[in-house]
């Protein structure tokens, strides 16, 4: 029980400050090589830190247990949006300044569309899952693209600011970058596992800590990174970091688990988990894009985020308890 203990408090403190180094070594990467932060936010950030899901998904595939792999991507594509977009927010209402940003937001909501239609015969085969690896390879094109042709916009010429004060070299923004990226899987890692330490000790079943601790346990190095992100007023990393986080969840994490045992029973998941990620991600369209003439996150809608999370988790826990 200590040791659980121990590694929940040292693997926040290693999260908090490798998320920090984390976030300024990609910056300065970013910036080094001439790109928008945006594109180290989806493909380095957002892709990096879904990580988690990826290996907790590829593991679950191979023990025969790949239905796990479906709840984990979804849940933490519910969790990014409806607990960390929503927590971040409410702490600090999110501007959304950057062009190519609103042109990926659209894609994640396609994205979403087509999840759906894999889910409608009742089964992920290898197929299925093959194409969605092929999907996540012409988004991370399409984003390179898009982020290539993006000059001027508002994302970049705000890190370049931040770079030019907090000089960096190219060598040290891509070693602060994988060390943190490495610590932060680490550390995400080790607070999962105390976290399911002491709710097996404490006799809470199995499924409850799947749906809670270990959607939110792989979702932290994303939490982790957003919070540095909003307070270095990186508000477009923040949303860029969800965004693509995602897209690798929706497409690689299901794709790969798909390709190593065909996911079958997901009518649960397409009737219960999917219209609430559908929501919450046509909501942040909504939001980011702005629906009022400027994409803004204020705190009002913060708090909705927040709280379709809170119900929808608290429905969960009543139908296993009440079970």
């Keep these: 029980m200590l040791m659980a203990i121990a590694a929940i408090v040292v693997g926040l403190i290693i999260l908090v400050w490798s998320a920090d180094r984390f976030v300024d070594g990609a910056a300065a990467t970013a910036n080094h090589l001439g790109v928008p932060t945006l ?12 990580a988690p899901e990826l290996m907790v998904s590829a593991l679950a595939a191979g023990q025969g247990n790949p239905g ?3 709840g984990n991507a979804y849940g933490s594509n519910i969790t990014n949006i409806g607990l960390i977009l929503g927590f971040v927010a409410l702490m600090s209402p999110l501007a959304v300044h950057s062009q190519v940003l609103k042109q990926e937001l659209p ?3 396609l994205v979403t569309l087509i999840s759906a239609w894999f889910l409608l015969d009742g089964e992920i085969s290898r197929l299925d899952a093959t ?7 012409v988004v991370m094109g399409f984003s ?3 982020a290539r042709q993006g000059n001027g ?6 890190t370049e600011q931040d770079i030019s004060e907090n000089a960096m ?7 602060w970058t994988l060390v943190g990226l490495a610590l932060l899987i680490v550390s995400s890692r080790m607070l999962v596992w105390g976290a399911v330490y002491i709710a097996q000790t404490f006799g809470v079943s199995d499924l409850i800590i ?3 601790v270990v959607a939110v346990g792989t979702s932290l190095p994303e939490l982790a990174s957003s919070i540095s992100a909003v307070r270095k007023n990186e508000h477009d990393l923040v949303l860029g970091n969800v965004v693509g986080s995602n897209l690798f969840n929706t497409l690689g994490v299901v794709g790969l688990a798909g390709v190593i045992a065909p996911i079958s029973s997901v009518s649960e998941a397409l009737y219960r988990d999917w219209p609430v990620m559908a929501a919450l991600t046509l909501a942040v369209v909504i939001f980011g894009i702005g629906w009022r003439g400027q994409g803004r996150i204020n705190r009002f809608e913060a708090a909705a985020l927040l709280m379709a999370y809170l119900v929808y988790t608290g429905y969960l826990i009543y139908t296993v308890i009440s079970a």
């Design 210 to 212: 799947g749906l809670t």
């Design 68 to 70: 796990l792999a479906l």
């Design 153 to 158: 916009d508002a994302l970049g010429m705000n």
């Design 144 to 146: 390179i693209w898009r």
């Design 169 to 175: 070299s190219l060598k040290a923004g891509v070693i």
């Design 131 to 137: 194409i969605l690896i092929v999907l996540l390879l």
């Design 107 to 109: 894609l994640l909501g």
């Design 39 to 50: 594109l180290i936010g989806m493909l380095v950030i957002g892709f990096g830190t879904s």
